[in-house]
């Protein structure tokens, strides 16, 4: 809104002039404060086109206390020259006077004197011109008259490098408008990461400072030998059904499997051994070519304790990854066909269930759950199973936050790992909990082509271990 | 995870004793089960189908309990009662018993036919047996959780329950063309052929999902009495002369099927839940299956397996420490009868026919640690010592993220699946151009094939956010798939870089300057030198022609950046120019 009756008379001002108004000279006219005519020219202005202003900025000049007495006395080269008398002086005399100093070296560039460094008692300075300009002085004096536009911006600066001149710096003492301190202040343009790629780090990085060594899950595409046969999943388990799984039609089946090892899984799924009763089914090579887009992570976690087991002697490793799955499933708000699943693993002689639950705490601890509780549940390759549960402040109830167990020694013994090794295992989605740190109730806000770029923009740092923010309160429906 | 339906009422009553939902909810997780939901058959009725339907619907409230999906003995109330009870030591496990009947052995004679179809089929007897409603509708809905689980919706087993005393043996399992196949099904009033069956049953919302099991075989498995009466015609229906009924007293069982193992385990489990409201409870009548090579077996196989663990392996894969006869203690409770034997550090472990679930050492190690509380399990750190790395990739591609974003760029992520018309008729090439891997089975055209570029996800993150101001800076680093003969599997996944810049104005020069950055970055000098990078005019069907160029970096190709071809904007959707970079960055690790 304009302010009534400032900006009513300026527009009066305004229409009865020609050419426009200085604000400056019309404040003093109407004797107000120049800071209100500006106040109501910017409320003109925001209203749309109503007046055009220009922005002036004047600029006043003054002398410095130096810059005073050289108006008054002349420049020190000026005074220098004027103290050489014609039989010259003796440089060291001439540097005892209060101008000697700058003043020499200046008469000296101007070429006003000379030094006779051959004279009999040291070097001895005369004049070499008649007379001279002092430029400096007559420059002061233009600005003390306050004719200061009369110099060129090169006079100007060279007399302000000399200290003599000063703009007037009189904003120090002016009286501003105060700030309104509850307005936000404008953010900078920057980049961003993504929400859930920030929670990827931070999950890589708690199992860096655990000392867990990445596996790599460089490939989307698996066959259903790695995925299912190796980890002891049976030809007909419900999960390599069509409508669970996405399979390949092209490539549609694996070029190269370790033939010696697929005997080995061949025989433990269909006849048993290694203590194992076996699923006793006829397992068929075909089934196991059949490429897929890998369900989990777990094939690559696979592929990594084969090539461990092929490492003689055994030496004990704790491994992670994190990465993308895919699930011929039915979308909700959820679920997605392809999510990020986290994966641990630690292999080494003699592992338990109570080292399990112990690595689970303090994993779970880094990510700022503390209350934990574990439920029997069943997996096709890890026995014992179970799955963790955490104390949800938030919800009030117990959620699932991930899903583990011993891998199964008909899964590990075929690879050729040695038999008093335990392999212990847990995996969670890496999308539940981030939509549970951050209160995200449908997955699609959170990945794919669809989220809301502000929302990636506005996404705070990721700190899994600090206390979350408590969560919006639940509008009326 | 199969999620059985029990009222609660009848399962307190069966438990003897009542609890609340909390203390039952407590009860369930220790054992290995949750209870998902407490509602009723009105609740469920209303959400599905609105407050008006529901209306005359019983409100009698129901458990619904998730069972792991290998304990097929916790598919019914009975098996669940059993199971709890014994846990908590109320009751004792039945012992299952298999015996002869008084008078001749109800047969079935399987003939070569069946071989190329669904050549496995089982068979037993369960006499005087008493229903009541509530008996016979848990007899029934088992028989549902087993197709639905263990028996892959009927592919691998079929079950058909029969009342003997509408039948006369021997039976005749065989398989025959569908237009000589002729009965009255169940809940039809009249006969029909397996041809006009199979039609009739398209429009059925149940039975359509079975059909395709047989409905390109010449011949179809039927079951006959000796007079020629269907049985059934598995795995689709049964005949409706030998329907079971509330007031049936002794029911014949067969279970045919393409898996012998899992034939044999259905049957079992049947009988055992079931057998428990016989005269004699918990005794089977064995049947008798005559193979087509002439050799005969009796059935159900009710097969108690010993097992032999020792406790201290026990105690070890568990981390605690019990004796032996504490642990036998323990995992009798489960189930598993067991005592200490030998040196007295041996474990004997009878395995149930009900166990089908059992089948290592492994399994016996997992229920001891059950019954014993898995949160009174110890909790410690093993004392496995390593030195953690990154993967070289992953760790150059966490390190770009953050110099992408201080560059101003904003990171998206998008899908690896996506659309054919992504990857190729958008960006104006021929989808057999892309050597894209195709999925066989995808359920939309959204996950036809996997990216091989990164661009279209940054442009459909564009096009749905083209309400946020201009210019939108995007870059996304993460794997595209193409198709390679040289690895194992025969695809390849690589680690692009891409980047997008949209505004008023094309930006080429700021695409360009991010890829200088990036080079800076990877300390790729500009040059043609063998270190260094370059880049040199190209073309390519997504670009604007003169407004493309090739990046060549250590000596190879690695990409391509440009102003993004008007067709292309147009196809995504958008409505201002666009230019983008896209390389791979695995030659800079």
Known sequence: MADGPVAELLLRRLEASDGGLDSAELAAELGMEHQAVVGAVKSLQALGEIIEAELRSTKRWELTAEGEEIAREGSHEARVFRSIPPEGLAQSELMRLPSGKVGFSKAMSNKWIRVDKSAADGPRVFRVVDSMEDEVQRRLQLVQGGQAEKLGEKERSELRKRKLLAEVGSWRDRPFKPYNFLAHGVLPDSGHLHPLLKVRSQFRQIFLEMGFTEMPTYNFIESSFWNFDALFQPQQHPARDQHDTFFLRDPAEALQLPMDYVQRVKRTHSQGGYGSQGYKYTWKLDEARKNLLRTHTTSASARALYRLAQKKPFTPVKYFSIDRVFRNETLDATHLAEFHQIEGVVADHGLTLGHLMGVLREFFTKLGITQLRFKPAYNPYTEPSMEVFSYHQGLKKWVEVGNSGVFRPEMLLPMGLPENVSVIAWGLSLERPTMIKYGINNIRDLVGHKVNLQMVYDSPLCRLDAEPRPPPTQEAA | ?589
């Open chain 2, 1 to 589: 995870m199969p999620t059985v339906s029990v009222k609660r009422d009848l399962l307190f009553q069966a438990l003897g004793r009542t609890y609340t939902d909390e203390e039952f909810d407590e009860l369930c997780f220790e054992f290995g089960l949750e209870l998902d939901e407490i509602t009723s058959e009105k609740e469920i009725i209303s959400k599905e189908q609105g407050n008006v339907k529901a209306a005359g619907a019983s409100d009698v409230v129901l458990y619904k309990i998730d069972v792991p999906a290998n304990r097929y003995d916790l598919l019914c109330l009975e098996g669940l009662v059993r199971g709890l009870q014994v846990f908590k030591e109320r009751i004792k496990a039945p012992v299952y018993k298999r015996v002869m009947p008084d008078g001749k052995i109800q047969k079935l004679i399987i003939t070569e036919e069946t071989a190329k179809i669904r050549p496995f089929a089982v068979a037993a007897v369960l006499r005087n047996i008493k229903f009541t409603k509530d008996r016979y509708d848990s007899f029934i809905e088992l028989q549902e959780k087993l197709h639905q689980n263990i028996c892959r919706k009927r592919a691998l087993v079929a079950i058909g329950t029969h009342d003997l005393d509408t039948l006369s043996g021997p039976f005749t399992y065989t398989a025959k063309r569908p237009s000589d196949i002729k009965f009255k099904p169940l809940n039809k009033t009249k006969e029909y052929t397996a041809c006009e069956l199979m039609n009739i049953y398209k429009t059925d919302n149940h039975l359509k999902h079975y059909l395709h099991i047989i409905e390109n075989k010449p011949l179809y498995p039927v079951i006959y009495d000796s007079n020629g009466v269907v049985l059934s015609m598995p795995p689709i229906i049964n005949g409706d002369h030998s329907r079971i009924t509330v007031n049936t007293r002794n029911i014949f069982i067969e279970c045919t099927g393409t898996d012998f193992t899992k034939a044999k385990i259905v049957l079992d489990i049947i009988v055992t839940m079931f057998s428990e409201y016989c005269e004699n409870q918990f005794t089977v009548e064995a049947a008798e299956v005559v193979f087509p090579n002439g050799k005969s077996s009796t059935f159900p196989e009710l097969a108690y397996r010993k097992e032999m663990v020792r406790a201290d392996l026990i105690n070890k894969k568990v981390g605690i420490r019990e004796t032996p006869e504490n642990l036998a203690k323990l995992l009798t409770r489960m189930y598993l009868k067991s005592e200490v034997i030998g040196d007295g550090n041996q474990i004997e472990i009878e395995i149930p026919p009900t166990r089908a679930d059992i089948i290592h050492a492994c399994d016996i190690v997992e229920d001891a640690a059950i019954a014993y509380g898995y949160n009174n399990i110890q909790m410690t750190l093993p004392k496995t010592y390593t030195i953690a790395n990154q993967f070289p990739l992953n760790k150059l591609t966490e390190l770009l993220r953050y110099d992408m974003a201080a560059a101003g760029f904003t990171e998206v992520l998008t899908f690896a699946l996506c659309s054919q018309e992504d990857i190729a008729d958008k960006l104006g090439l021929d989808i057999s151009a892309t050597k894209a891997v195709h999925i066989s089975n995808p359920k939309t055209a959204e996950f036809q094939v996997a990216r091989t570029t990164l661009l279209p996800g940054l442009l459909k993150t564009i096009a749905a956010n083209r309400k946020m101001p201009l210019p939108l800076k995007l870059f996304e680093i993460s794997d595209i798939v193409i198709k390679d003969s040289n690895t194992d599997v025969g695809a390849k996944n690589y680690r692009h870089l891409c980047a997008v810049y949209y505004n008023k104005n094309p930006g080429f020069e700021i695409i360009h300057g991010l890829l200088d950055r990036i080079m800076q970055l990877l300390d790729v000098p500009p040059g043609e030198d063998k270190g260094g990078y370059v880049i040199k005019a190209s073309e390519g069907p997504a670009f604007f022609p003169g407004r493309c160029a090739e990046i060549f970096a250590r000596g190879q190709s690695v990409g391509k950046l440009g102003v993004l071809h008007p067709d292309v904007i147009t196809k995504f959707e958008l409505t201002m120019p666009c230019s983008s970079l896209e390389i791979n960055i695995g030659p800079f690790l």
